[in-house]
């Protein structure tokens, strides 16, 4: 009985400790900023809607260091016990010898360059794609919508985020100055390119994802499908020839075929169902074939 007070003693203490971190406050308050300030913004009919809920139950799951405590950081620490063991000699620790601030600047473009393929493959790969649909399910996409991932999803780029970890050495990351504005800042910006709004940011929409930028990739229409995966930086997509620089705003939100539940505990279960369910007609139809 004690190990299991004990647990709930660590589960407690350790989400305290991340709700109120001078991070996950900031964070807090910076989305909170966008929400009270977007619907002003747009003034959209049917702002509250059902959807937003589900984006604020993410919100609090991501934010609130739930996913952090359960998963991220069990893995995280794993796969760095696995390349200890395993596999040193990828532990380069490229970075090593620069000022953090540089280090930490280099490590988070290759970090988006990572998330930008890891992304690609989400969309391109069916069974990772069942993940990644959650979060083009937001008809009404607002700044929370940024929260909104399924779990296996946000596992996947984490999984793809390590390599740049691994062989650029992240512990430099951890003497950089002003890394509590550098998290929020990039929570407000990414926050800030779900809100349904014209801004292009000028020529800054070269170098950085504006909410008309990416608003194209949650586009309903097909003439904007497979566009503008940038996370953090939009040149990657002129780069790899992804871009759809558009600042029309879509007919429609969504990601159609796919019947995506609206409820958090829902959506958790769909991409299991699917897969199950596509494992199910994939052996039926072999079945079939050797009968045939
Ligand atoms: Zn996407
Ligand atoms: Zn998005």
Same mark, same amino acid.
């Given at each position: 009985?004690?190990?299991?007070?004990?647990?709930?003693?660590?589960?407690?203490?350790?989400?305290?400790?991340?709700?109120?971190?001078?991070?996950? =406050?900031?964070?807090?308050?910076?989305?909170?900023?966008?929400? /009270?300030?977007? +619907?002003?913004?747009?003034?959209?009919?049917?702002?509250?809607?059902?959807?937003?809920?589900?984006?604020?139950?993410?919100?609090?799951?991501?934010?609130?260091?739930?996913?952090?405590?359960?998963?991220?950081?069990?893995?995280?620490?794993?796969?760095?016990?696995?390349?200890?063991?395993?596999?040193?000699?990828?532990?380069?620790? =490229?970075?090593?010898?620069?000022?953090?601030?540089?280090?930490?600047?280099?490590?988070?473009?290759?970090?988006?360059?990572?998330?930008?393929?890891?992304?690609?493959?989400?969309?391109?790969?069916?069974?990772?794609?069942?993940?990644?649909?959650?979060?083009?399910?937001?008809?009404?996409?607002?700044?929370?919508?940024?929260?909104?991932?399924?779990?296996?999803?946000?596992?996947?780029?984490?999984? &793809?985020?390590?390599?740049?970890?691994?062989?650029?050495?992240?512990?430099?990351?951890?003497?950089?100055?002003? =890394?509590?504005?550098?998290?929020?800042?990039?929570?407000?910006?990414?926050?800030?390119?779900?809100?349904?709004?014209?801004?292009?940011?000028?020529?800054?929409?070269?170098?950085?994802?504006?909410?008309?930028?990416?608003? &194209?990739?949650?586009?309903?229409?097909?003439?904007?499908?497979?566009?503008?995966?940038?996370?953090?930086?939009?040149?990657?997509?002129?780069?790899?020839?992804?871009?759809? +620089?558009?600042?029309?705003?879509?007919?429609?939100?969504?990601?159609?075929?796919?019947?995506?539940?609206?409820?958090?505990?829902?959506?958790?279960?769909? +991409?299991? &169902?699917?897969?199950?369910?596509?494992?199910?007609?994939?052996?039926?139809?072999? /079945?079939?074939?050797?009968?045939?």
């Amino acid at each position: 009985m004690s190990e299991v007070q004990d647990a709930v003693t660590l589960v407690v203490t350790k989400a305290i400790a991340a709700w109120t971190s001078r991070e996950a =406050l900031l964070c807090f308050g910076v989305m909170a900023l966008l929400v /009270v300030l977007t +619907p002003r913004l747009r003034s959209a009919p049917g702002y509250w809607n059902r959807g937003l809920l589900t984006d604020a139950a993410y919100t609090f799951f991501y934010l609130g260091g739930i996913f952090s405590f359960l998963a991220a950081a069990p893995v995280s620490r794993g796969l760095n016990a696995v390349v200890a063991r395993h596999a040193p000699f990828l532990d380069l620790d =490229l970075l090593a010898g620069l000022h953090p601030a540089l280090g930490f600047a280099v490590l988070f473009v290759a970090m988006d360059l990572c998330s930008y393929w890891a992304h690609r493959a989400t969309h391109a790969w069916a069974p990772l794609w069942l993940f990644h649909a959650i979060h083009h399910s937001q008809t009404q996409p607002t700044a929370l919508t940024n929260f909104r991932f399924h779990a296996g999803d946000v596992f996947f780029r984490t999984l &793809v985020q390590f390599v740049p970890f691994t062989l650029l050495g992240a512990p430099a990351v951890a003497g950089v100055p002003l =890394l509590w504005i550098t998290v929020p800042l990039t929570v407000f910006l990414e926050a800030l390119a779900h809100c349904d709004l014209g801004w292009t940011f000028g020529p800054l929409g070269a170098v950085l994802v504006s909410p008309a930028f990416h608003r &194209v990739h949650h586009s309903a229409e097909p003439r904007h499908h497979h566009r503008n995966y940038g996370i953090a930086f939009s040149f990657w997509d002129r780069l790899f020839g992804t871009a759809d +620089p558009t600042v029309q705003r879509p007919a429609a939100y969504g990601a159609p075929g796919m019947d995506v539940p609206e409820s958090f505990l829902r959506q958790l279960a769909y +991409p299991v &169902v699917g897969l199950a369910r596509r494992r199910r007609a994939d052996s039926a139809a072999s /079945v079939r074939r050797r009968a045939s």
